[in-house]
């Protein structure tokens, strides 16, 4: 599915905007669709959230603090804190603050952590281009995202025939975490126990293959 990943604190707005991406997504580019979710309590827990519900875009609203959560407690980060961490696993991923309030000196100096910072007001007034913009992020990084699985399969291939070089080595460690990030898949599973589980393969096979040269010294 091709996701957007709405954050919001207060229910009635978050509701609001959703019906009127959902709409505007309907007419324009059938298929999308928004997934919306109150912040969550801990900033660990957006990570499988974001995995798991494959979302493709993520838009996070900056005052994240006000509305109560389900315990009647309060988050206590902004967007512009939650954003900061999202790019120490996300560092590609298309991210949005979309926001009621002024800019904020903190949301200023966060802004390069953002794809684009907009108030609600000037998103609303030209939500086509806005939203357009927003989609092409999201289908750029997936066709960036499928090369890059693409590439993976092929170095395990190598691997499996022994044939993989220092190089390859190398590289296939640096897509496992370039793609341990959100976005589609037709594969049930989630991309991440894709990855450990392929990372676990690898490691056998370079097992059973120092094994086979150690038993060939010997002869």
């Known amino acids: 599915m091709k996701n957007i990943g709405l954050i919001d604190d207060k229910d009635p707005q978050r509701l609001a905007f959703m019906r009127k991406l959902d709409l505007k997504l309907e007419e324009e580019y059938p298929g999308w669709k928004v997934i919306d979710s109150k912040p969550f309590k801990e900033i660990n827990d957006y990570n499988p959230w974001i995995l798991e519900n494959e979302i493709s875009i993520l838009i996070i ?104 070089t220092r190089d390859d080595i190398a590289e296939i460690r ?21 990855l450990t589980d392929l990372e676990e393969k690898i490691e056998e096979i370079k097992g059973m293959q120092q094994t086979l040269i150690k038993y060939l010294d010997k002869k």
């Open 61 to 164: 609203d900056e005052r994240l603090n006000e509305g109560k959560l389900e315990d009647g407690t309060h988050v206590g980060y902004y967007g512009s804190s939650l954003v900061k961490e999202l790019r120490n696993y996300f560092k590609d991923f298309p991210i949005y603050c979309i926001t009621n309030f002024d800019i904020s000196d903190e949301l200023k100096e966060s802004t390069k952590y953002f794809n684009l910072v907009l108030s609600r007001d000037s998103f609303d007034k030209d939500i086509k281009n806005y939203l357009n913009s927003f989609i092409k992020t999201g289908i750029s990084f997936y066709t960036e995202f499928q090369k890059e699985l693409g590439r993976l399969g092929e170095l395990s291939e190598k691997i499996a025939k022994g044939e993989a």
């Open 174 to 194: 640096a897509l496992q975490t370039r793609l341990v990030i959100p976005h589609l898949t037709q594969d049930l599973q989630s991309r991440e126990k894709y």
